[in-house]
C-alpha cells in the first residue's frame, strides 16, 4: 500500500527580482509502507523543496500530496497531521540543548501536554534501546557525538509512531562509517516498523543503501 503520492507537483520561488525560478516541474512519486527511498541531486536541485512538500511544511503551487490516501491539501489541522503522521530527521539534528536525550525524543508525545504518558516513556527508552543508545538518556546533547546525536533525532522521529520518516540529510555531518551505521538503521526501521522512509543523500554508497533511488536534478531556468 502507498503510503505518499506526490502527484505532478510544481513548485517555484521568486528571485526577489520580479522573477521566478522553477525548482520542481511535475514531480510524481510514491512511498509504500515499509519502504525506504533514497532521493539524491545536485545542491540546488530542489531536494529540500520536495521534503518540506512531502512534509506539508510547503505547499506546492500545483499538484498534489496524499498521506494515507488523503489529500492534504483538504487537511483542516495539518500540525495535527504532521505530528500523527510524519516524523522529521534534519541533518543538524536540532536537539534542544536544555533538555536530557530522554526530553528530546518525548519533545514531539508533549504537544499540548505538560507531560508525556507513561506509556511513552516507556516506548522513549525501548526506541533508545533499540537504536544502540540506551546509557544516554540523561545525558545533554552538548556530551553526546554526532552518530548518537543522530540516534537520538531518530528516536525523536519515531516517538508517535509515524506512518512516514522524512530525513534531510541526516548523514551529512556524519563521518563515513557512522554515515553508514545510521542510513542501515533507517533501512531497519522500515523494515521493523514498517514506515515509508524517505532518505535525502548526497553520498551514493548511502543511497545504494536504500530499497530504490530517485534523482533530482536542476532544472534550465530561461533566465539561467
Ligand atoms: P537542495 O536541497 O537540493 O539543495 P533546495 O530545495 O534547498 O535544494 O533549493 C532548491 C532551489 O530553490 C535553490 O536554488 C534555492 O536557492 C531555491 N530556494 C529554496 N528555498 C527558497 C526560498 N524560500 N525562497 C527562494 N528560493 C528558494
Ligand atoms: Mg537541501
Known amino acids: 500500500m502507498d503510503i505518499l503520492v506526490l502527484d505532478k ?11 521566478s ?5 511535475d514531480v510524481s512519486l510514491t512511498l509504500a509502507e515499509g519502504e525506504f527511498l533514497a532521493v539524491t541531486g545536485p545542491s540546488g536541485s530542489g531536494k529540500t523543496t520536495l521534503l518540506r512538500i512531502m512534509g506539508s511544511l510547503l505547499e506546492p503551487d500545483s499538484g498534489k500530496c496524499f498521506i494515507d490516501s488523503e489529500d492534504i491539501s483538504g487537511c483542516r489541522d ?3 497531521l504532521r505530528n500523527r503522521k510524519i516524523g522529521f530527521v534534519f541533518q543538524d539534528h536540532r536537539l534542544l540543548p536544555q533538555l536530557s536525550v530522554l526530553q528530546n525524543v518525548l519533545l514531539p508525545a508533549l504537544a499540548g501536554n505538560k507531560e508525556a504518558s507513561e506509556d511513552t516513556v516507556q516506548y522513549a527508552r525501548h526506541l533508545l534501546e533499540y537504536t544502540g543508545i540506551s546509557e544516554l538518556g540523561q545525558r545533554y546533547p552538548e ?3 554526532g552518530g548518537e546525536a543522530a540516534r537520538v533525532a531518530l528516536c525523536r522521529a519515531l516517538v508517535m509512531k509515524p506512518r512516514i520518516i522524512l530525513a534531510d540529510e541526516p548523514t551529512g555531518q556524519l563521518d563515513h562509517d557512522n554515515a553508514l551505521n545510521i542510513a542501515r538503521l533507517l533501512k531497519t526501521v522500515s523494515r521493523d516498523f514498517r514506515t515509508g522512509v524517505v532518505m535525502v543523500t548526497h553520498s551514493e ?6 530499497d530504490r533511488q530517485v534523482s533530482l ?3 534550465n531556468n530561461k533566465q539561467d
Open 217 to 219: 536534478y536542476r532544472l
Open 78 to 80: 495539518l500540525p495535527g
Open 205 to 210: 554508497e548511502v543511497a545504494a543503501l536504500a
Open 143 to 145: 556530551s553526546i557525538s
Open 9 to 19: 507537483i510544481c513548485k517555484s520561488y521568486g528571485d526577489g527580482e520580479g522573477q
Open 21 to 25: 525560478r522553477t525548482v520542481l516541474q
